[in-house]
């Protein structure tokens, strides 16, 4: 063991740990759970240091020996090896100050092995810096990073959508508002309002996305650069953009960008409207799927695998389920961001560790729910096309389209006779001589009865 101190007294950390003091004293304090924060947003912590030694270096705030050192020890820890002396909580007090002084030290003590001069965790590695502009900016850096990986999934599912739409656009169906029958449709018609709803959700999360570019770093801990070289505050941001390729932008108002957190509420809410979105789809694949023999059975669903383990044969619609399920975690992730965002206070928001854990965590599971959806289950879904125009064929709501030759009494009275004698409403007609049998062929045409005609897409 060896012996540190801080403002608080003294600790004995472990000979062979890279961590310091700060992070010793954080896995005390925060025993909250087995996660760690996240190791991606902590190598875009070592990021920033590696950058902001570049920087400082060319500034004359930095010795060219120590900064050499430390961009060789971020370069080290960059590779993986020292994954497991990031030893903080997800949630933790403090604001990120200590994942950001976890990286401090590890970087500090990794350095320290390449030059005898003392790497110092926070005259050194984070000069020029706070958490205040360091973590969020991290946690900004790590919501890029993934998002073009959940850009593909919903990129894919917007596609197959238009693509079932295409395939099923001839593919009759009974039309149902508040589960009731109603006027004829198609699943082609189905599929293309599933399409345009994607396209939205694709749409506001692009634009979510892009308003986290706008950083706050270089505002050190509250946005005015305090204890930063003007030439740091004016190249820091170009130098990471070097390093990661992020495209990151320098707020405007960096005291408004270090305590506000509007950005990262608006990218969650994007991300409950596309989970709201997602299990209203997944309810409606389930309960079109639902049977087979004693459901609508108006889908198939692809097996993927047995449903029960006590009814031989049983197949459930696990993949929707399982959808349904990341949604529910996703709008509850929202709910903590929002109470999160508003709990901030004067300066700062003192709440960013949770916020960016569950915008990492529900981004990632999204990510792999669009991509278990499309190809498992929308890639491979059918329809029972024969089944649907049957049902259209017999329904009797499908009188609908005699109210305007008829009206709407007479029309009705003839969807009571015809639930009543259980025969179709065209039959009926037919026997009852209101209408020749050509006026009638025609109202009741699938083209008609789905108002094809109108059809503007």
């Not at 198939?300 to 197949?315: D, H």
């Not at 649907?388 to 009188?399: D, L, P, Y």
Request: with cysteine; hydrophobic share 40%.
């Amino acid at each position: 063991m060896r012996i540190e101190t801080d403002c608080v007294g003294s600790l004995a950390i472990p000979d062979k740990a890279l961590y310091g003091i700060h992070a010793a004293r954080a896995q005390q304090n925060f025993p909250i759970s087995s996660e760690k924060t996240d190791v991606a947003l902590m190598k875009n912590i070592v990021l920033i240091k590696q950058a902001a030694a570049v920087v400082n270096q060319q500034a004359g705030t930095l010795d060219s020996q120590k900064s050499r050192a430390i961009i060789r020890a971020c370069q080290d820890v960059l590779s993986g090896k020292y994954d497991d002396q990031f030893v903080v909580a997800a949630i933790q007090g403090g604001a990120g100050t200590s994942a950001n002084m976890n990286v401090n030290e590890v970087v500090a003590n990794v350095a320290g092995q390449y030059t005898a001069i003392v790497i110092h965790p926070n005259d050194d590695v984070n000069q020029s810096q706070s958490t205040n502009d360091v973590f969020p900016t991290a946690g900004k850096m790590t919501l890029l990073q993934l998002y073009p990986a959940l850009r593909q999934q919903l990129q894919r599912l917007v596609h197959v959508l238009l693509d079932r739409a295409e395939t099923f656009k001839d593919a009759v169906k009974v039309g149902r508002t508040q589960l009731q029958d109603a006027v004829p449709t198609t699943f082609g018609n189905s599929f293309h309002a599933y399409y345009s709803l994607f396209k939205r959700d694709l749409q506001r999360v692009n634009q979510a996305v892009d308003v986290l570019r706008n950083v706050n770093l270089g505002g050190t801990a509250i946005g005015t650069g305090l204890n930063a070289s003007e030439f740091y505050r004016e190249h820091i941001v170009d130098e990471v953009n070097d390093l990661t390729g992020v495209k990151l932008v320098v707020s405007e108002d960096k005291i408004d960008a270090t305590q506000n957190c509007d950005a990262l509420a608006a990218f969650s809410s994007s991300l409950k409207m596309l989970s709201l979105d997602l299990i209203k789809l997944s309810n409606d694949l389930r309960l079109l799927g639902s049977g087979p023999q004693a459901g609508f059975c108006e889908l198939r669903l692809p097996a993927v695998q047995a449903g029960s383990s006590i009814m031989p044969g049983k197949v459930n619609p696990v993949i929707p389920e399982v959808v349904n399920q990341v949604a529910f975690q996703v709008i509850g992730y929202d709910t903590t961001v929002s109470l999160a965002v508003q709990a901030g206070q004067l300066e700062l928001n003192a709440f960013e560790p949770v916020i960016f854990k569950d915008l990492i965590d529900g981004e990632v599971i999204l990510t792999g729910a669009l991509e278990t959806l499309v190809t498992r289950c929308l890639e491979g879904i059918q329809v029972n096309a024969e089944y649907g125009k049957e049902q259209v064929e017999k329904s009797a709501i499908s009188a609908t389209v005699l109210a305007p030759v008829i009206g709407y009494e007479r029309a009705m009275n003839l969807v009571k006779q015809a639930i009543r004698q259980k025969k179709s409403v065209k039959t009926l007609l037919k026997t009852q001589a209101i209408m020749s049998d050509e006026q009638i062929d025609y109202l009741f045409s699938t083209q008609h009865l789905i108002n094809r005609s109108n059809d503007k897409r």
